[in-house]
């Protein structure tokens, strides 16, 4: 789960495996695999390096890495 914050200011924790698409349209937008949008203060990349710290919690950046050089 990753802490965004809305445009309006409030706070909320979203889940970052629902996450589809980000993009700046100028706004971050951030859509879900289920269709829904949020619209947030963070930039895009913010967004990214949370997204990206929370797979590396999670234990999927390794699981990854692991997999890659099983195959290799």
């Known amino acids: ?3 965004l914050t809305r445009l309006n200011g409030d706070e909320f ?3 970052a495996l629902y996450v589809e698409k980000i993009e700046a349209l100028p706004d971050t937008t951030i859509s879900l ?3 829904k949008k949020h619209f947030v203060k963070e ?3 913010e ?3 949370l ?3 929370y797979y590396r ?3 999927l950046i390794d699981l990854h890495k692991k997999v890659v050089e099983k195959n290799e």
Request: hydrophobic share 50%; proline share 0%.
């Open 13 to 15: 924790v979203l889940n």
């Open 51 to 53: 997204i990206t710290d």
């Open 33 to 35: 695999i289920n269709g």
């Open 1 to 3: 789960m990753i802490e």
């Open 57 to 59: 919690q999670i234990g």
């Open 47 to 49: 967004v990214i390096q």
């Open 43 to 45: 930039t895009v990349s």
